[in-house]
């Protein structure tokens, strides 16, 4: 059986028999994650963009544990340069398989950037990724605004459980996270993203309610170190 760990902020572990995947491994400076990196045991890191707060700490944990990284191919280049070897590289609307899952790479509408001392290094496109295990569906959609193509994205996939950022700023808000709920039609949808800091805090409750009065979807509220 499946087991989803949220660490806060929009990092998010599966822990599967097929073996464990980290998305967006924002652990040192997250004031939300509770888990050390040395800690995290991971075989597989998906990265859904290039901004510190996403990229995180993927460099030391695949290091640490010979991890695969699947994210764009301009940030495989970049970390390839740092010496990350195991690398899946793709791009919006590719899908990748491995021996028990499978990983497609959707749209996001957001911008992307890496950090690299005094330098700033483009990021390559935004994403959110469809996971495919073998008893759930999972989307989780990276930093972005609310768009059009995830009428497609629920269409195409029965979803699971949604990981939907709502903290608005720079990201969807719970207004318009509500609105991808009733596009996407997931089984459940847990809100991430927000909280960490004073510019993206929000009403969770009041997004929780609100999704449980408009959509049949249920809304799991997870504090980080949580786990479904």
Not at 71 to 87: D, H, P, Q, R
Not at 169 to 188: E, S, V
Request: net charge negative.
């Amino acid at each position: 059986m499946t087991k989803i760990l949220y660490l806060g902020h929009s990092a998010v572990m599966i822990l599967n028999e097929s073996g464990n995947i980290i998305i967006d491994p924002f652990f040192t400076n997250n004031p939300l994650n509770p888990m050390k990196v040395a800690a995290c045991k991971a075989q597989y890191i998906l990265v859904t963009h290039g901004h510190s707060d996403h990229l995180g700490d993927t460099i030391e944990i695949a290091k640490n544990n010979e991890a695969k990284v699947i994210t764009n191919f301009e940030i495989a280049t970049y970390l390839s340069k740092k010496g990350v070897k195991n690398l899946v590289p793709m791009n919006i609307g590719g899908t990748v398989y491995f021996e028990n899952f499978s990983v497609k790479m959707v749209e996001a509408v957001h911008s992307s950037s890496i950090e690299d001392g005094n330098n700033i290094i483009y990021g390559g496109n935004p994403a959110g990724f469809v996971v495919k295990l073998a008893d759930l569906t999972i989307y989780h959609a990276g930093d972005t605004a609310l768009i059009a193509n995830m009428e497609f994205i629920g269409g195409q996939n029965v979803i699971d459980i949604a990981f939907l950022p709502i903290g608005g700023t720079y990201t969807m808000d719970i207004n318009d996270a509500l609105m991808a709920t009733k596009i996407l039609h997931p089984k459940m949808v847990v809100p991430i993203h927000y909280n960490t800091w004073d510019a993206i805090k929000v009403d969770v409750i009041k997004f929780k309610e609100m999704v449980e009065k408009e959509t049949r979807s249920s809304c799991i509220i997870l504090n980080p170190g949580e786990a479904i």
